[in-house]
């Protein structure tokens, strides 16, 4: 990245170590992709709420994943359970947490990777490989030109490509210890830029291992319990096959290999109880072919990408499988609960935008997508058959034989299998007037399907026919299909006082495919539950302003914003651990934003970033179930109310060439619950947290030195809660942050 968008981006990202190299006293532009337009645009041009994060600021941390993106943008926030075990929130638009096996809780925070769809709901994938030029975060809905995964915001990883005529690469090493229970971390990442044929093709490949201790002590035998182990890589070529032509095409694959970062409450801190390994295993390859031709007043740009992911999660369900078949008596049974996903999408996208410097500037386009999920779920308990067999007096009794589990000693299995389909049309214009005032519309039109196969037994999936007093009944089946088709229109109006200084609004709508219930049986549950929940969707109001002041030293950009949400896809977990989707209520999501960054001297930065959220139900919600209906006024759960970042940074040369930098960051997430309300029940506090982070990095020459420290003051503790229901539990299961890891990194450039 040249000198100047390096700079840029680190001057205008939220929370990022701002001044990168001291050589101005200015704060130039960054510029990015995510009107979707012909060219680059200046960020600051651009009418909506937008962060941008310069990797640099994440890796000179040991950082990179989407939790450490969430820091750095208040707007943000991030429920982690393990490695690719995530739940994305922005602006308060979220009604449930990480429910691992809900294959139906379809994404309100888009993921792409360039172009690339890779949003997958409670388990966005954990990539350290993708060589970042940025992180574009678009805070409100981008249903225009996005799609229906939008509705709450977008991620958008832009990957630096091959260069054409240099050879040059990278190579970077890091070592950290973590406190508590924690050890030694380490790392290497590598990358290397070949060209093929001068001003025709390059290659640019990447690489990355590492092995990050864990630091939740199991108390049943005293193993460390959520070690990490990841390795990964990427190969992108370019060719330019033509003046007009450019053809871009990637392959990045990665396995990791982890635990979960549970703890009980009732435990220790940083402790669990779990008679076996709890693991995780998530295998992921993307693939990627981008197009782009120069059609002279235009450009067509072609995407296809195809992405398939297996992950298996592994956690102890001694005290459901105890609680609920055995009445919570000694002994506990050693259960293994497994979620196994099969993911398999592609998505093809062509876009048209317009080149050239008239007062009209529109980009149109088509997207398809086709994809399937196969989860399976099973509970293996060793000696489940016998003890069953001696308490329920069922002389023989086999989980396989008698209630048709995948194996003996297994008292739940299950399949859920969709297949969805999606194709839509889009297009957006903006007419400038007077060289001031910037007038956009947009719409998208789309189409949406889903169909839906389920099959559960063994002895807790064969409930269709059962009651709790005679608990043997048929395996559940369930066939299923949802279509749902719309517009989302935008409108937007920009006006610049002059070339620093804009205002704008926006009205926009988002929105949310529908899907398909699994069944919850009537006479064990005593609930109807629906078969099906339609979409819902929200219109967003937005104004704000950018600017930038004292000769280009500081930026200003503000934004506030009113969201109704109608048709809220609630969610309900009922006390026999059944659950189901239905259409219930409105939420009002109300906040403003803050973005700021102070460029003091050529060598001394600061910048401040702060959201404010209020959203809350703005009427009742009767779900069916008196003590699961959400109160009028009641705040929405995993949403803090207010969150902040502050950063500085400054640099002193050393001996005339070298350069020695301290850099700090301080972000503060407010307090967020696990539910509406405390009369729902599973309704926990998930506490605040104050995450400090700070490095000294010293750079010689084509070397860097950097001694960093994360989570110093141990202030960020807890990323999620799960409500205890059981008795016989040690307390909630509360999910723990990595505590404080320090560390040295070394990077060379050649």
């Not at 088709?485 to 935008?490: D, E, F, Q």
């Not at 307090?671 to 700070?694: D, H, K, R, V």
């Amino acid at each position: 990245m040249s000198k100047r968008i390096y700079l840029a981006v680190a001057a205008l990202s939220a929370g990022v170590a701002i001044a990168a190299e001291p050589d101005t006293d200015n704060l130039d532009k960054v510029e990015v992709t995510a009107t979707r337009a012909a060219t680059a645009v200046d960020v600051q041009q651009v009418p909506a709420a937008i962060s941008v994060i310069k990797p640099d600021s994440l890796t000179r941390y040991g950082q990179g994943n989407l939790t450490d993106i969430a820091n750095l943008v208040p707007a943000m926030s991030v429920q982690e359970q393990g490695p690719g075990v995530n739940n994305i929130t922005m602006r308060g638009l979220v009604v449930r947490g990480i429910v691992p096996s809900e294959v139906q809780d379809a994404s309100l925070v888009a993921v792409y990777i360039d172009d690339m769809p890779v949003t997958l709901k409670s388990g966005n994938p954990d990539l350290k490989v993708l060589d970042l030029e940025r992180v574009e975060v678009l805070q409100g809905p981008q249903g225009t030109l996005f799609g229906a995964g939008a509705m709450a915001g977008a991620v958008r990883q832009i990957t630096q490509k091959p260069e054409l005529n240099d050879v040059f690469g990278t190579v970077e090493a890091v070592g950290s210890q973590t406190s508590k229970f924690g050890g030694s971390n380490h790392n290497l990442r590598g990358m290397v830029n070949l060209p093929l044929q001068d001003d025709v093709a390059a290659l640019r490949l990447t690489a990355y291992t590492g092995k990050d201790a864990g630091y939740i002590r199991n108390r049943y035998n005293g193993a460390i319990t959520n070690g990490v182990s990841t390795n990964q890589g990427r190969a992108a070529l370019r060719i330019k096959a033509s003046r007009d032509l450019v053809i871009d095409a990637s392959v990045t694959a990665s396995n990791i290999k982890g635990g979960i970062n549970d703890a009980y409450a009732g435990l220790a801190p940083y402790t669990t109880f779990a008679l076996i390994p709890q693991t995780s295993n998530d295998n992921l390859q993307l693939y990627n072919v981008g197009v782009n031709y120069e059609l002279g007043g235009a450009q067509l740009v072609s995407s296809t990408s195809y992405l398939h992911r297996d992950t298996l999660y592994v956690t102890s369900a001694q005290y459901p499988a105890t609680a609920f078949i055995f009445g919570g008596k000694d002994p506990l049974m050693k259960a293994a609960y497994t979620i196994g996903n099969a993911v398999k999408d592609f998505a093809q996208e062509f876009r048209l935008s317009s080149r050239g410097d008239g007062p009209f500037k529109w980009t149109a386009g088509a997207f398809f997508e086709a994809g399937k999920r196969d989860t399976r779920q099973d509970e293996p308990t060793e000696g489940f058959d016998a003890r069953f067999a001696a308490t329920h007096n069922f002389p023989g009794y086999n989980s396989q034989t008698n209630d048709l589990a995948f194996n003996p000693d297994d008292f739940f299995s299950g399949q859920q299998n969709t297949r969805s389909r999606q194709a839509a049309l889009f297009a957006e214009g903006t007419y400038t007037l007077w060289d001031k005032l910037d007038l956009t519309a947009g719409v998208r039109l789309f189409r949406g399907t889903q169909d839906f196969d389920l099959r559960f037994t063994g002895l807790f999936g064969n409930l269709v026919g059962a009651t709790p007093t005679a608990p043997v009944g048929q395996p559940e089946l369930s066939n299923s299909s949802a279509t749902s088709r719309g517009a989302n229109p935008r409108f937007a109006a920009a006006y610049r006082l002059d070339p620093d200084h804009m205002l704008y609004t926006s009205v926009g709508k988002g929105f949310r495919y529908g899907g398909n219930n699994q069944p919850v049986p009537f006479n064990f549950c005593g609930v109807n539950a629906p078969s099906t929940f339609a979409p819902d969707s929200l219109w967003n109001f937005e104004a704000g302003t950018r600017n930038t002041l004292f000769d280009h030293r500081l930026t200003l950009n503000a934004s506030a914003y009113l969201i109704d949400w109608k048709d809220v896809q609630v969610f309900n977990k009922l006390p026999c651990t059944y659950y189901f989707t239905q259409n219930a209520g409105k939420i009002r999501s109300e906040g403003l934003e803050l973005e700021t960054a102070f460029k003091i001297s050529r060598r001394a930065s600061v910048g401040l970033s702060a959201a404010y959220n209020h959203a809350y139900a703005t009427r009742t919600v009767v779900t069916g179930i008196a003590a699961q209906n959400i109160p009028q006024g009641s705040r929405v759960p995993y949403a803090p109310r207010i969150a902040a970042t502050v950063n500085a940074s400054y640099y002193l040369p050393v001996n005339g060439v070298d350069e020695l930098g301290f850099l700090a960051s301080y972000a503060h997430r407010g307090s967020a619950y696990t539910n509406f309300a405390a009369a729902q029940g599973s309704y926990e506090e998930i506490p605040a947290s104050n995450t400090l982070n700070a490095t000294v990095t010293y750079r010689h020459g084509a070397y860097e030195f950097g001694l960093f420290g994360t989570n110093l003051t141990n202030g960020a503790k807890v990323s999620d809660v799960t409500a205890n229901t059981i008795a016989i539990q040690p307390g909630n299961l509360v999910y723990m942050v990595r505590p404080r890891t320090v560390g040295l990194r070394v990077k060379a450039r050649f």
